[in-house]
Nanobody, 124 residues
Framework: QLQLVESGGGLVQPGGSLRLSCAAS????????IGWFRQAPGKEREGVSC????????NYADSVKGRFTISRDNAKNTVYLQMNSLKPEDTAIYYC?????????????????WGQGTQVTVSS
């Protein structure tokens, strides 16, 4: 069974940092581009960042550029999202998924094998 599992969420104060992890079970991640997405209450799911299968290409939503960094360790079968300078508007459930066309990697419709999500709350 192909499965992605997110971890690393939590409660953090504005300006703080978190690192999310996306681990694969049942398959190897190195064949897939992976995206991070988030969904806040009452809002549509949106793309945050994505990374190509080799790790050589990345893409970010404008709202997180300069603050978030995506990376991957294919030897550990894991993709990471380092989130710095967090803002209250970053509060959401964060999901990882395998993406199809890399040029569409921030589109949730282009993703599959969704994880269950991890909650990130930024609040003082």
């Amino acid at each position: 069974q192909l499965q992605l599992v997110e971890s690393g969420g939590g409660l953090v104060q504005p300006g703080g940092s978190l690192r999310l992890s996306c681990a694969a079970s049942g398959f190897t991640l190195d064949a897939y581009a992976i995206g991070w997405f988030r969904q806040a209450p009452g809002k549509e799911r949106e793309g945050v960042s994505c990374i190509s299968s080799s790790g050589g290409s990345t893409n970010y939503a404008d709202s997180v550029k300069g603050r978030f960094t995506i990376s991957r360790d294919n030897a550990k079968n894991t993709v990471y999202l380092q989130m710095n300078s967090l803002k209250p508007e970053d509060t959401a459930i964060y999901y990882c998924a395998a993406v199809g066309l890399f040029r569409l990697c921030l589109s949730p419709r282009n993703a599959a094998y969704w994880g269950q999500g991890t909650q990130v709350t930024v609040s003082s």
